[in-house]
Structure formats: C-alpha cells, structure tokens
C-alpha cells in the first residue's frame, strides 16, 4: 500500500511517516480499537504532507531535470531564437560552398571551336583578304567535313588543312568561289591543331580553353570534379578529427579562412596539375567546415527539430545554385564566379566569428565555465518575438559539474568501444551496409551526372535541352527548395516508400526525356529531365534520414559517415559518364544514369521500413529488426534465431524522465521482467524523442 500510495520518487522520510499513520489506522481497525486520531486528522495531515512534498521536491519532478545535456535543451529551447540565429549565420557559409562546388557546371563547359590556321589572324598582317575563317566554317577548304551521326557533314573541330602560310594569303585574295576551284589541285594534309579559337557567346573563359582541353584532351576536364569529390572524401575524415579535438568553432573559422585562401588563388594557377592540387585543398576545407558546422547545428538543437533542421539547411545549397547561374550570366568567367565566391564566403567567416562554442563539446572537454557562459546567454530573452518552439521556465542547474561527467561518461562509452568496423560485424549488418552504400554512390552519380550533363549537353553539337544555359542551371537550383519540403511531406507515407518512389520515377523520368529527345521534342525533355532532377534531390535528401534510421545510435554517425564518403566515389566517376555524349550518342550518358537510378531503387526493396518505428538503440536491436521486417515483408530472412546476449557497450547511452522523473531502467526493475537471453530495448513513444539523430552532409 505504502509503495503504491507514495512511489518511488517520495523521500524516504516522508515515506517512513506515511507508514507510520497507515498502520496505526490498519492496526487499530482490525483490533476493533479506535485509533487515537481521526480519519478527517489523517487526511488533513495528508494533504499537508503532500502539499509540503510538493514544494520542497518540485525541483526535483521537474521533467526537463538535465540528467544530461538534452535536458539542458529542454530549457533553453529545442529550436529557440538563439539556434535560429545559429543557424542563419551557418547558412552564409553554405551559400559559398555550393558555389564552389557547383562551379565546375562552368569550368567545364564546352564551347564551340576550330583550329587556328596559320597565316589567318595574324595581328601584324595589314593586307585586305575577301574572307576569313568564319567565311569557311562549313566548306571543305580549311577545314576537312566529317560525317556527323545524324549523316550531316559537320566540320572538324580537331583538324585542318596543312598548307603554306603564303598560298593560303594568296587564296584568301581571291573570291571566295574561285579560291576553292583552285584549291582542290593542292594536294594538302591533315593535321591536327596546334591551338584553337573558341566561340565566346556563352562562357568567355572555362578550364577548356585556358588550357585546351578538347579534342585528345576532353577527358582531362572531368579531373576538376574528380579531385574535388576526393577531397570532400579526404575532408569528412580531416574535419571530423579537427573539430573533436580542437572545437567546432576553431574548424569552422580555420577551415573557412583557408577555403577562401585557396578560392582566390584558384584563377591565378597557370598549370593544370597546379589547379587540381588546389581544388583538392578547397574541397578538404570546404567539406571540413561543412561537417563542423553541421555538428554544432545538430549539438545545439533539440532532438524534435533535428529532422527538420537538417533538411532545412540544405536550402542554402540551394539557394547558391541558383545564384551561381545568375553571377555566371553576368561574369562570362569561370574566374570572376570563383574571386566572388570566395569574397563572399570570407565576408561569412567574419561573421561566423561571433558564433559560440558547442556548449555540449565544452563540457565533454570539461571546460564547465565556458559551457555555462554560453548556456546562460542563450537563456537571455529573445531579441525578436520568433521561436520555433515552446519556452520551458525551467531553471537550469545550480552544478554543471554533473551535467559535464554525464556528458564525457556518455561520449566515452559511445565513442570508446565502437567504430566502422562494427558495421560489418554481423552478416545482416554486413548485407544493409553494402547495400546503402550502393544506393548512396548510385544517387550521388546520378545527380552530379546530371547536374553536369545539362551543362555539357547544351553544348553546341551536343544540344538536347532547349532554352537558356544559364536559365536553365537557375531554375535546376531553384526547384530544389520547395523539393525540401516536398519531402518532409513525402516521408509521412514512409521513408523506404518515398526512397523507392522518388529513385524510380527519376529514372523513368530521365528515360522519358531520352524518348522526346529522339523525337526531337526539345521542351518536353527539358520538362521531364527537371522532374528527374527533383526526383534524385529528394531520393539524396531522404536517403540521409534513411540510413540514420537503420543504424543503431552507437555506430549512427559511424554509418551515415562513411556511406557519405562511399557516396563521393560515385559523384567523382559521374563527371566522365557525362562526357561520354562526345565519342558516343548524346542520349547514352542519360540512359547510363536512368540505369543507375532505377536499380537503386530496386535495391532499396531489400531494406526495412523505418517509419513509425522505435529507433534501434543496441546492434541487436538493428540486427533482429531487419530479420523480423524481412521476415514480415518476404518471408525470408538472412539467417536462424539470434539468442545472445548484448554487451556491456551496447547498453542504451540516454537515460530519459518520464514524466514522474522516473528513467526506464527503473520502470524495468519495478517490473521484475525476469527473461533471460536476448534483450531488446525499444523506446516509448515518449522516449523515441531522446534518440540522437546525426547531422546531414550536402549534395555537397
């Protein structure tokens, strides 16, 4: 009576009186004596009892009672004015870093080109000649006619016709008609070209013509984002090393002033080996900030908001898209766009200096004071009436000191026993990690493929898409915010549901496009190649989300971590695959990324849906759920009953209050469950809040 009556969370005081009346009452009853104070007296006593408990153990029922930093947050504010304000000043960042990595769209563009023949052009020629070179684009004079694939001649673009300065200054003195009747008695040869001129309607200046890379040399320019993308693989690991040791803040200014060091230099390099080294050294900084920022976005917001946070900061990516192409229609340079990129993102690290230090990285380093001085300036009233979330009037607590051993004993035991090497631990972890790893570099080639090949693809000779080139790379920027939103809408139906659907209908979509190009309905593909567009945005944004779902909290920043760098292999190899309409159909790159896109979806099948279900907390917990949900699914599943026992390490890390202040182990021990063998936790629908999600890295 007295353990139901009172609980557990009353002091053991208060618990001693209340037996005390109980039994006098009890005891007295059954001797059919009367008890030597009244009933009226005892619930009068009572309730005074339970007023005064009240009072004095307020503090302590409190739900938001930070046993660790989550309940810090509790009374800050998941998402309050002072994270908002965060997150705009880590949103300037971005802006900058999608264009440079999305300036490559630019560098690489192709334009139209010919051989320069000697004795044409010749500045210190002052004689008057009846044509010139673009009088002869399209005869068999100059330049030798090939037959294209569509059975037209078309002019060689690598070649011309070797011979003498002075007989061509001679023929060039005749009308046009009679110097070719006289040339076809020469007997001239073909030779390849030594230097070119390019048509300058589009892009002044891009890496091909600073350093002619056509003709033998066009797979060259497909280097630029190759050795980028690996050094966003290389910048995930330096990043992640330098802001757990150093601090989020000190990377992400560190790092940034060096990408914008880096982003100045960029246009001045004269070497092409020169130029792929420093856009190597741009793509570790850029990605090095990005992983910082993203983990003090993600360390500071509540774990309600951290889904849609997440999503949200990959606005700015799109948004530096979009602006990318307008500063390019303006600029006609590959190097104006990169000096104002890098002057915008040096202009966002002056302001990312007034940022503040990861208050939950202070206290796991146990610099307390520096913790609390954050903390109690982001408890300041807001200097705007705009929160995204309910304030809690909580009070913090009087000793962060124990908030600081909660959060290093936590760090360590995450952090200390486990890595990427347990994501092969086990041959159902083995089979999920492979496969995501699959789906991860298939959209990632997918959607650099495209975002390359619409470029590419608007090349003269090359032309599949109708319409402006820079308009279009504006508008394929722009639709990617509202596609954000899209799909947080389209994950309530189910993240496996929304993954297959929108990699299927991006590749059909791609191959619809191919089917108006053969017909040669120029506007009808353009339409249907921006709806596959949408389609790999949002299979790229949902599929994050997904894979941090199907790992279990020690080893979820483990997964989404390396399957994100298995992901720049892909993104690296798609810019070759776009390049492949020069030697080849124009449509063959576009059939090569539906393939990609629709066996990624397919693929997906194969994985469990994680919607609506409690987040595995153990590696047991992720590997018996994948075995019942195949095994509800298909039927099948990828081997025998599981029956060991879980390990020290594997013990859930977050100790969450209920709303009595009671954590879950408890309500275990209260229970006295007494099985034995395997034991799963699964949280309650109150719990599943608590469950840390990892950051998001961009279509970056």
Known sequence: LVSLGCGKGIRKSY?????????????????????????????EQHQRMQQKYREDTKRERRFTDPVDFEGILNIIGGCSWWQIWIYVLIAMQQIPHAMFNLNVVYMMYDPEHWCQVPGFDDPNDTSVYEWGLNDVQNISFVFPNEAGRSGAYIRDSCHYYARPVERYKELRKMPLTEAVQSAWKDSAEKKKCERYHYKSDVMRETIVTDWNLVCDDYFMKGHAHLFYSFGYLVGCVVGGMASDNFGRKPTVIGFGILSSMFGVFLPYTTY?????????CSAICNEAADLAAYTLCMEIT??????????????????????????????????????IAAGLHFGAVLLICSLPESPRWL????????????????????????????????SLPSDLELVCHREKRLNKKVFGKVGMLDLFKTPELRFRTITVCIVFMATALVYYGLVIALSDQSAPGRVLFTGNFFLNNAVAGAIEIPTLFGCVWLMKFGRKKAQMLTLVCGGLSIIVAMVAVISENFMFALSFMMIGKICIQGAFNILYIFTSELYPTIIRNSAVGMTSMVARFGSGVSSYIALLSINSLPITPMIIFAIFSLFAGMLVSVLPETSEKPLPETLDDAVTFLRTEQKACYGWGLSGPHTRSISLHEQPTTATLDENGVTASEKDDATGDGNTGWVCFLPTSESCGSVSRPHFIGPV
């Open 15 to 43: 618990r001693r009186q209340y037996t005390r009346y109980l039994f006098t009452l009890v005891y007295c009853r059954r001797q059919g004596q009367k008890a030597s104070f009244s009933t009226r007296e005892i619930r």
């Open 363 to 394: 206290m796991v380093k146990e610099r307390v004071n520096e913790a609390e001085e954050v903390i109690r300036k982001a408890c300041r009233t807001p200097p705007f009436p705009f929160n995204l979330c309910r304030i809690n009037k909580g």
């Open 302 to 339: 509540g774990t309600r908001y951290r889904a849609m946070v997440g999503s949200m900061l990959q606005v700015p990516w799109a948004m530096g898209y979009a602006l990318l192409a307008l500063i390019a229609y303006l600029a006609k340079s590959w190097k104006t766009v990169q000096v």
């Open 272 to 280: 092409y080996p020169m130029f792929l080294f420093i856009r190597f």
